[in-house]
């Protein structure tokens, strides 16, 4: 079990929620300090890392007559992958960066360093989405009319017809899940505690169909390509808007600046001894 203090645990134990905090922290000042085209290199691994986990997700709920549940349980699991590949693999995630405002509500990096890593990580995952589309598309791995193909055009479909208001709070949610399996990732000493500190969450939001922009900039033009009815590059956009805001509130509000509240608050720069 973990302490309730911020003391180091006992080796192969989850650290405590205070010791966490912290360590997201440092986390985010690194990131905002990082240099332009190391973030940008991996942001594009990023990008293309939540593509595979989207890939893999069609390819397992395609056709599934398992029911509604137990299907997106299976998806969820599957999708999963992307976020372990970025959090053990080693990429930059626009959704899970949205915890770098614990560092700048602290005093430790200024705004416009949180506002330049969310604008490059941006940038970069939406080109390795994308790349990963036409690799997708030329592999010839999605053939029109195909279950896998069926299940993609679906997917976009769905998406891009979600009112604006809908599209904004599934990414709140969304968000909230996907900061607290980095939260809970960065707390555990092992590879093997940080994937099922990442499933749990992950295979939670697919499940329940919350939105997560980084993946859409995958699953929408992938359905568009297999041939989705009313998908344009104006629904595209139309999804992509409400549902970044929805994610930098979910992370950055709900996770970020409640934990600092909890755990943080008064001991930054300025704080008085």
Request: with cysteine; glycine share 16%.
């Amino acid at each position: 079990m973990s302490n309730g203090d911020d003391t180091p645990p006992p080796h192969g134990d989850a650290y405590a929620p205070p010791r966490i905090a912290r360590l997201v922290q440092d986390s985010g000042v690194a990131k905002a300090a990082m240099p332009a085209l190391q973030t940008l290199v991996l942001a594009f691994l990023g990008g293309a890392f939540i593509a595979l986990g989207a890939m893999y997700f069609t390819a397992v709920i395609a056709d599934s007559a398992l029911g509604a549940g137990p299907t997106r349980l299976l998806g969820g699991v599957a999708f999963s992958l992307g976020l372990i590949l970025v959090v053990v693999g080693g990429a930059e995630l626009f959704t899970g960066n949205n915890l770098i405002v614990m560092a700048w509500v602290d005093g430790r990096i200024p705004l416009g360093r949180l506002l330049r890593n969310w604008g490059l990580v941006y940038a970069g995952n939406l080109v390795g989405a994308l790349g990963t589309v036409a690799l997708m598309h030329l592999s010839g791995a999605l053939a029109p009319g195909g279950p896998a193909a069926r299940a993609a055009a679906a997917i976009a479909a769905g998406k891009v017809a979600l009112p604006w208001g809908e599209a904004f709070f599934r990414g709140v949610l969304c968000n909230v899940l996907v900061c607290l399996a980095v939260w809970l990732a960065m707390g555990a000493r092992t590879t093997a505690g940080r994937i099922p500190a990442i499933v749990f969450p992950v295979s939670a939001f697919v499940a329940l169909g919350f939105e997560h922009s980084v993946a859409n900039m995958y699953l929408i033009p992938m359905g568009w390509l297999a041939g989705a009815d009313g998908v344009t590059l104006a629904g595209l956009v139309g999804n992509l808007v409400p549902v970044t805001l929805g994610n930098v509130v979910g992370g950055g509000v709900f996770v970020a600046l409640v934990y600092w509240l909890v755990y943080l608050r008064g001991s930054g720069p300025g704080a008085t001894p």
